[in-house]
């Protein structure tokens, strides 16, 4: 690390000590409630904990000093009219919608009437201070959140203001989807928000949650640091969906964990649109026999936006499947990252692992970096991977416009056509339509 980079984090760090006292002091009586103390502890580890360079090579092509170097606040969340929601509702009223503005959840926005009583979905702080929650949280939560060696969870639970608990019991199946939309505005200082949310899926359960983040100010400079914990306990089946859209100058960081149980089945898809450095850390530790994983993403690119996705999959135990798509298109000055690290464990007999990130690169200043990786210690596993990096076929848009359509026509189609693959694997209508409609107006931007 460079002296110059390692001045600047220092004072980052020093700037956010001052944020935290001057939030601390606006708690009042809520400064001696149990989820402060919590904050409190991931704040005194912050300290102690230095922010990834490029010097660590999980983070050789993205650098964080134009995101760190902000002064960063916390100002009170603007007051919304529901008419604002309109471009961002998926589904009708069948559909659990909450609402977080600037970081903080507006209940009078949300949407709960559509929650059956078997579900729980309350603030992190409330559940917390809950008896029949408190062991739960604390075991697998707060205790995870703490082991974390990463300053961004660190600061993420140091800075948290609405988390959210989120808990399906055992043979409950949650047909329609639980959806967030973070909704960011343009404030007179960039704003920190710091997303997270715990979820625990009850033995051979179901549920689907969808986040959406999104701007109403293209020109919000803003940072996202967003901690997600799943936990499915046996033969449970999760799905989270991220359609990310944030505004152009925004930075975002998502850390997403899941933790699956015997024959449980989780599956991730990350939607990146938005964003000027955008990274995802998604991880999946498959905890027993039988259990299958899917990691998916799109990823678009345009002007000097840098989208990075890191992935890891860690196979444990035998008889466990993964299956992994990444799909990205690039034009102007835009950058992509990809590495993807699947590892098989001496154990994992039986493993069977695909994994696959393919791109396009449609301008000679833009650029794609991609490591797949395997690290296979078991002898009885069916394991592949692979990186594409090209450009769009001129022969089909020669073909394309024989039949009528125009140049631009021509690339647009051919550029949905390369994502449709990854896009088919929503399993939700009214999920895979959003996506869609979000990809072709990224297209015709």
């Not at 009042?28 to 912050?46: C, I, T, V, W, Y």
């Not at 509702?89 to 659990?96: N, R, S, T, W, Y």
């Not at 009850?202 to 400079?221: E, R």
Request: hydrophobic fraction near 40%; aromatic fraction near 10%; charge should be negative.
């Amino acid at each position: 690390m460079s002296a110059e980079t390692q001045d600047r984090y220092i004072e980052t760090k020093a700037q956010l000590s001052r944020l935290f006292q001057s939030v601390e002091a606006s708690l009042n009586g809520e400064s001696s409630h149990p989820f402060h103390a919590f904050r409190r502890q991931a704040m005194d580890k912050l300290q102690d904990l230095s922010f990834p360079t490029r010097r660590d090579e999980d983070w050789k092509y993205t650098s964080l000093n134009r995101l760190l170097v902000n002064e960063y606040g916390h100002q009170a969340a603007p007051k919304l009219e529901e008419g604002q929601l309109a471009p961002f509702v998926i589904g009708g009223e069948e559909v659990i919608q909450l609402v977080f503005v600037n970081g903080t959840w507006n209940k009078e926005l949300s949407r709960l009437s559509a929650k059956p009583d078997f579900l729980v979905v309350m603030e992190l702080k409330h559940a917390l201070a809950d008896p029949q929650y408190k062991t739960l949280i604390e075991a697998e939560w707060t205790q995870w959140a703490l082991a974390s060696d990463s300053a961004l969870v660190a600061m993420n639970m140091a800075f948290a203001q609405s988390g959210l608990f989120v808990h399906i019991p055992a043979n409950k199946v949650l047909e329609n989807p639980i959806h967030c939309i973070h909704i960011h505005t343009k404030t007179d200082k960039p704003q920190l928000t710091s997303p997270q949310m715990f979820v625990v899926a009850g033995k051979s359960s179901q549920l689907t949650v969808v986040d959406s983040f999104v701007s109403l100010d293209a020109d919000a400079v803003y940072f996202s640091n967003i901690v997600n914990r799943f936990v499915l306990e046996p033969n449970a089946v999760v799905y989270h969906y991220k359609l990310q859209n944030e505004a152009l100058e925004a930075f975002q960081i998502n850390h997403t964990e899941a933790l699956v149980k015997r024959d449980g089945n989780f599956s991730s898809f990350v939607l990146d649109l938005g964003g000027r450095i955008v990274r995802n850390n998604i991880s999946a530790f498959l905890g027993d026999s039988g259990t299958h994983t899917n990691l998916f993403g799109v990823y678009l690119g345009k002007g000097e936006q840098h989208i990075d996705s890191q992935t890891f999959i860690d196979h444990a135990f035998p008889h466990c499947t993964s299956n992994e798509l990444y799909k990205g298109i690039l034009t102007d000055r835009a950058n992509g990252v990809f590495n993807g690290k699947v590892m098989v464990h001496k154990d994992a007999q039986k493993t069977n692992a695909y994994q696959q990130n393919s791109s396009l690169v449609l301008s000679e200043r833009a650029q794609m970096d991609t490591k797949p990786q395997l690290e296979i210690f078991a002898d009885d596993v069916r394991c592949s991977h692979g990186a594409t990096i090209g450009q769009l076929d001129e022969s089909s848009v020669f073909y394309l416009k024989s039949r009528g359509f125009n140049d631009e026509q021509a690339r647009s189609m051919l550029q949905h056509a390369f994502l449709i693959e990854v896009l088919e694997h929503i399993h939700l209508d009214e999920v895979r339509e959003k996506a869609e409609a979000l990809v072709f107006a990224k297209f015709d931007s």
